[in-house]
Nanobody
Framework: VQLQASGGGSEQAGGSLRLSCVASGRSFRLDSMGWYRQAPGKSRALVARVTFDGVTNYSDSVKGRFTISRDNDKNTVSLQMNGLKPEDTAVYFC?????????WGQGTLVTVSS
């Protein structure tokens, strides 16, 4: 299973960015897909995730600003990030859980300037 992320980049505070990730490989069902982020000097932490059945959960820091969505047919997950803040600056990682195993995409950098 391979995860390919796209999107990210630089934006000013208050702006928006969108991240997308597609899973490819052998036939599988993705139990959940989501996004984690790692800021400089900090551990990787959950941003948002969505289960196969569409149940979502978000970190408190992004609730009301970020929206996660997925397309089960296309094995894709997207993260719409609105109202960006400088503290959202981090490397964002796509994650998929398959058969209880975690798979990770390459990180994509999001930089938010004040």
């Amino acid at each position: 299973v391979q995860l390919q992320a796209s999107g990210g980049g630089s934006e000013q505070a208050g702006g928006s960015l969108r991240l997308s990730c597609v899973a490819s490989g052998r036939s599988f069902r993705l139990d959940s897909m989501g996004w984690y982020r790692q800021a400089p000097g900090k551990s990787r932490a959950l941003v948002a995730r969505v289960t196969f059945d569409g149940v979502t959960n978000y970190s408190d820091s992004v609730k009301g600003r970020f929206t996660i969505s997925r397309d089960n047919d296309k094995n894709t997950v997207s993260l719409q990030m609105n109202g960006l803040k400088p503290e959202d600056t981090a490397v964002y990682f796509c994650n998929a859980v398959i058969w209880g195993l975690n798979f990770w995409g390459q990180g994509t950098l999001v930089t938010v300037s004040s």
